[in-house]
Every structure is written in C-alpha cells, then in structure tokens.
C-alpha cells in the first residue's frame, strides 16, 4: 500500500529554521517526482517545491526561493524540505506527494500524505 508521511514540523521563531522530511513505502519510490505543498487556514493549498525522479531537478514557489532547499535520497526512500529564515506567513500545514511525471502543479499529484504541522511565530 503507497504510504507517504511527513514529519519534522514544529513551533518555530521567525528566522528559524526546519528540516521537514516525507517518508515513503509500498511503491517505486525513485521513479516518481516528489512535492512539497502548503496549506494555511482560509487558503488553499499551494506548491512549495518539488523534485523530480533522480533529484536533478527542482522547481520552487517564489515565496521560498533562496529560503527552502529540497533534496531527496532514494536509498531512504526520503525526500526533504530544509527550511531557513522562516517567516510567520510560512506557517502551514505541509505536505508531500507524489506524482508520475516532473511537475510541481497540485493536479498532477496522485498521492498525498497527511502533513506536518509547522508554525512560525514569536
């Protein structure tokens, strides 16, 4: 059964930082492009990054760049969101998921995990 699940959120003061990490299980792992997205209360649900198959590629939100990094290690079948300089507006729940093609639009994502809570605040 495809499993994804997030973990590392937490409490955080702005200009923090966070290393968030999606754990995966029961699918071909490396082969699928893994994304990070956000969701605050009263918003909809945005991409953060994503990461393609072999971790070569990466796309980032604009809200992030220079901020978050995202890598994987396929060998952990793991991908993680290292995040600095957090911001109160970063505060979210974030999620991972996965998605057969290189992509970081939410539509092309089939498989969701349940998020980690990460708040910035002083």
């Known amino acids: 059964q495809l499993q994804l699940v997030e973990s590392g959120g937490d409490l955080v003061h702005p200009g923090g930082s966070l290393r968030l990490s999606c754990a995966a299980s029961g699918f071909t792992f490396h082969k699928y492009t893994i994304g990070w997205f956000r969701q605050a209360p009263g918003k909809e649900r945005e991409g953060v990054s994503c990461i393609d198959s072999s971790g070569h590629s990466t796309d980032y939100a604009d809200s992030v760049k220079g901020r978050f990094t995202i890598f994987r290690e396929n060998a952990k079948n793991t991908v993680y969101l290292q995040m600095r300089s957090l911001e109160p507006e970063d505060t979210a729940m974030y999620y991972c998921?996965?998605?057969?093609?290189?992509?970081?639009?939410?539509?092309?994502?089939?498989?969701w995990g349940q998020g980690t809570q990460v708040t910035v605040s002083s």
């Open positions: 998921a996965a998605a057969s093609l290189f992509s970081c639009t939410i539509s092309e994502y089939e498989h």
